[in-house]
């Protein structure tokens, strides 16, 4: 959405939040009733979302536990992914079979940054050989890991993934096609 849309938006849903009626709010904005209402009703929506996310978040955060299953859709909610990246997850993890649809934060992680062996250079990141998950996908799973702010046993995994000295990773996508990008993860952020 762009910035002068969005706060437009947001205006709107304050002044309605203040009482304002909504054709009063339609002729000050120069749009239609039932414009406000969508935008009123995707307001709601979003509000929604985002407390569910948070919700999920806690709940993955009170089990800090890397082998308990999660529901996809639960998971991915708490994630809070874009819709592209999520269908994407959702038609891999369906195309995988994944038992009762159910997924531990291991394989998420899994997914996400494999598992480093010793003397590699660089990172295997297996989301990037899932189809329409791309480097843009990619991101948003690392922000969405990042943002659930894991407990103390499944942080201190997530972390171990990234505990390379260098500076920036080398990172191994599909086909045999690496790159490198800076390391967002410092070993300094390492739970004791």
């Not at 407390?51 to 890397?66: F, V």
């Not at 993890?93 to 038992?99: E, H």
């Not at 159910?102 to 394989?107: A, I, Q, T």
């Not at 407990?151 to 690496?178: H, M, N, P, Q, T």
């Amino acid at each position: 959405m762009q910035p002068n849309l969005s706060q437009r938006n947001h205006d709107i849903v304050q002044l309605c939040h203040a009482d304002a009626s909504i054709e009063v709010v339609a002729r000050q904005f120069r749009i239609t009733g039932n414009r406000v209402r969508q935008i009123l009703s995707r307001h709601a929506r979003d509000r929604q979302a985002a407390q569910r996310a948070d919700r999920l978040a806690e709940a993955l955060r009170a089990a800090d536990d890397l082998d308990r299953t999660w529901p996809v859709e639960d998971l991915l909610d708490a994630l809070a992914l874009p819709t592209p990246t999520r269908r994407a997850l959702e038609f891999h993890w369906a195309g995988k079979a994944v038992p009762a649809n159910r997924v531990s934060l291991r394989e998420l992680m899994n997914l996400v940054v494999a598992p480093t062996s010793e003397g590699r250079e660089y990172l295997v990141i297996p989301a990037l050989e899932v189809r329409r998950v791309g480097g843009c996908g990619f991101r948003a799973l690392l922000n969405g890991i990042q943002r659930l702010n894991l407990g103390k046993v499944c942080r201190k995994e997530w972390f171990e993934r990234f505990d390379l000295e260098a500076r920036s990773w080398r990172i191994r996508g599909g086909e045999g096609y690496y790159w490198s990008m800076p390391n967002p993860i410092r070993r300094a952020k390492l739970p004791q």
